[in-house]
Structure formats: structure tokens, C-alpha cells
């Protein structure tokens, strides 16, 4: 069955340290997304990609970059990670067309 | 600004009953998608239905359906024969194919079914 998969599925992390958030799909999508939900905004889009070796920045890019190495996999990379990052992470795959997005399970991390 | 409101944070019903959950947008392109997606209290999120702009009848999935308003630039989504486990958090996103296709959500509205 085709999904996404994110890992770690929970991550700590201290202050200034860098952090590395992946994502795999086997939809054979070209899309994929990175989101951070919190409460009261909702899922708000970080970073995207189009394919392999691109990389998009969405509406809050700042203070963290993305890596697409390939079809599958999409990392985001928090290099020096603080507090206001601490969130729930999501990562999605679509097609655009008539296909629907996938999404994976989330990754809470925790900046203290 | 905002660009997708859903203005209800909550919502209640009873067991069987027809809930109907809000949603409006912004956008000036032509062809677009809304999305629902609800968000079990996992996280998990579970694609429910879309509805292409292009298209005037509204879409219907099992027990869900919208309400599409094009010109008032709307979109409600109506669950028949409401049941507890529809419980959890609502979501609708847009999506133009011009901007990558990326879904821009709204901030969702927490929906619970009293058994």
C-alpha cells in the first residue's frame, strides 16, 4: 500500500543543535511538502518540491532548509534549532491532477 | 491574510444528526481544488473529498458531500447521519495547480459527535 513514512516519530533536541527531519513515500508522487502545525494556525507549508533534486520554499521557510536526494525521500533540516520551532511536523506527497495528497504521521519535536 | 477561513473553531452534534462545517477562500485563478481532510485525534490526517472548481455539481463521497458557492467563493462540508466516530478536527485546504499544487489550509474546526 503506498504511504508516507516520517522519522523519528517523536525527537528532543537542545537549543542550536541541528535536527533532521525525513520523510519517504512510495506513491511515486512528484510533489512533496513539509508543513508544521500548531494551534491555532492550522498546517502552514515550510517547504516543497517538484522532483528530485528541487526544492520550493513555502510560506514560512525561515530557519529551515529542505533536501529532495530523490523520487522518495524529502528532508527538512533545522540547522540551528530553537524553541519556536518546537511543533508537529508533516510531511505530504500529491500529484496535482485529480489525485489527492498523502500525508505521513506527524513528527513532534521538541526544541528545549 | 488569511486566504482559507473556516470560522467555526467547534462544533457539537448529536448521534444522527446532519452536521455542516464552513469554509471560505480566496483565490484568482480559475481552476482550483478545495479539499477536506479530517485529522483523527492520532494525528492522522484522513482525506475525505475534494471539489474541483471546474465542476458545478457538487461532490459527493458516502456520507459526505459540499456544498459548493463558486461566486461567494465557498464551500461547506455536510456529513450525513453524523456518528461519534466522525469526531476530531476538520480541515479544508485549497489547491492551484499555478503554485505547485501546495494546500493552503485553514485553521480547522473541531468537531464532536455525542453518542
Known amino acids: 500500500e503506498a504511504a508516507v513514512t516520517q522519522s523519528p516519530r517523536n525527537k528532543v533536541a537542545v537549543t542550536g543543535g541541528k535536527v533532521t527531519l525525513s520523510c519517504n513515500q512510495t506513491n511515486n508522487h512528484n510533489n512533496m511538502y513539509w508543513y508544521r502545525q500548531d494551534t491555532g494556525h492550522g498546517l502552514r507549508l515550510i517547504h516543497y518540491s517538484y522532483g528530485a533534486g528541487s526544492t520550493e520554499k513555502g510560506d514560512i521557510p525561515d530557519g529551515y532548509k529542505a533536501s529532495r536526494p530523490s523520487q522518495e525521500n524529502f528532508s527538512l533540516i533545522l540547522e540551528l534549532a530553537t524553541p519556536s520551532q518546537t511543533s508537529v511536523y508533516f510531511c505530504?506527497?500529491?500529484?496535482?491532477?485529480?489525485?489527492?495528497?498523502?500525508f505521513g504521521s506527524g513528527t513532534r519535536l521538541l526544541v528545549i | 491574510a488569511q486566504r482559507v477561513t473556516q470560522v467555526q473553531p467547534t462544533g457539537s452534534s448529536q448521534w444522527g444528526e446532519e452536521v455542516t462545517l464552513d469554509c471560505s477562500y480566496e483565490t484568482s485563478e480559475y481552476f482550483y481544488r478545495i479539499f477536506w481532510y479530517r485529522q483523527l485525534f492520532s494525528g492522522e490526517m484522513v482525506f475525505l473529498i475534494y471539489q474541483p472548481s471546474f465542476d458545478t455539481q457538487n461532490q459527493r463521497s458516502g456520507r459526505y458531500s459540499v456544498v459548493f458557492q463558486k461566486s461567494f467563493k465557498s464551500i461547506s462540508l455536510v456529513i450525513s447521519a453524523s456518528q461519534p466516530e466522525d469526531s476530531g478536527t476538520y480541515f479544508c485546504?485549497?489547491?492551484?495547480?499555478?503554485?505547485?499544487?501546495?494546500?493552503?489550509f485553514g485553521t480547522g474546526t473541531s468537531l464532536l459527535v455525542d453518542p
Open positions: 505530504a506527497s500529491g500529484q496535482g491532477g485529480n489525485s489527492d495528497y498523502t
Open positions: 485546504a485549497l489547491s492551484e495547480p499555478r503554485l505547485g499544487y501546495k494546500l493552503t
